[in-house]
């Protein structure tokens, strides 16, 4: 459009370059429109709220995990030494066949 604006009269061709201006700018802010509301983000209070939430659920899931292994290391540390060597009579044969595969 803007070569076919160039070939007409100055007084027309100013006119019509000034409304094509306008055009193009409009054209460009609901571009960036589009795109703001379009993205990820455009909600990002609800979207800070759900990632918050979820990440209550994980800390939660690994304390409980954290938790459970300290009272098996406390377990663990109370067995005499022969009750212990066989409690572990499985575990160094699948460490080793775990790092063999």
Not at 34 to 43: M, T, V
Not at 46 to 60: F, G, T
């Amino acid at each position: 459009m803007d070569l076919e604006v160039r070939s007409l009269q100055p007084g027309v061709k100013a006119t019509l370059l000034a409304k094509l201006r306008e055009y193009k700018a409009d054209l460009n802010k609901l571009k960036k429109e589009f795109k703001r509301i379009s993205s990820p983000n455009a909600n990002q209070a609800a979207h800070d709220e759900l990632l918050a939430s979820r990440m209550v659920d994980v800390n939660s899931e690994m304390l409980n995990s954290a938790i459970k292994y300290n009272e098996a290391m406390q377990e663990e540390d109370e067995l005499l030494p022969e009750k212990l060597a066989i409690a572990n009579v499985g575990r160094h044969q699948e460490a080793f066949r775990g790092t063999c595969l």
